[in-house]
């Protein structure tokens, strides 16, 4: 079963409005982190902004935030007054806590295809 | 913020060499390091995890002996696509971690490009 589940294979947003990119997980483990990545055409993997499970408040890192939604298990992440270099594909991921204490498997979603235009 | 080189960021070879890419935590020791491969317009493929000084674990389907991936200190990891077929072209790219008690450190490389003729 998918872990990481990223609905939406493209979206378009106008530059200046705001853009919700959706994704839900699915985990039995108590501890685990969601993370959002940003790959532009270059192919480097950026990191936008991370939300652990124990984390009271949502996770904000300038006009990233993250909607985290614990009990429907869903992490979606919102881009504020887009700008034509947000312009990528994003990625969904988590790691969960491994109760071994091993290392901590990464998985991804298939992710989101952002077009902004003018 | 923690830094990741890769290298080469991209190589085209002929099918049968084999090819060497290195991965490389510059600020920062990675007690443990992560190989992914890319296709086109897909997600990220976990390949292997690499602790320092063990063996590397892979994940299902992948051939240790076709993808060795070496982890000899805390700043470096290779991973030598051995015998390269046209198959093997993909995007590669591995990704660092500084704690393995700590699940938001995950620091990812540029990637590498492999193309093999």
Redesign the interface.
Known sequence: AQKITQTQPGMFVQEKEAVTLDCTYDTSDP???L?W?KQPS??????LI?Q?SYDQQNATEGRYSLNFQKARKSANLVISASQLGDSAMY?CAM?E?GKS???????????TSLIVHP | GAVVSQHPSRVICKSGTSVKIECRSLDFQAT?M?WYR?FPK???M?MA?S?EGSKA?YEQGVEKDKFLINHASLTLSTLTVTSAHPEDSS?Y?C?A?AD?LR??T??????T?LLVL
Not at chain 1, 42 to 47: A, D, L, N, P, R
Not at chain 2, 106 to 111: D, S
């Open positions: 501890s685990y982190g993370f990545y270059s192919g480097e993997m950026i990191f991370y652990g990625f790691r806590g204490g091993g290392s901590y498997i990464p998985t991804f979603g298939r992710g | 443990t992560f890319q897909q997600s990220l976990l995890t602790n674990t995007f790219i990704s971690s393995a699940l938001e995950q620091y990812f490389g540029p990637g490009r």
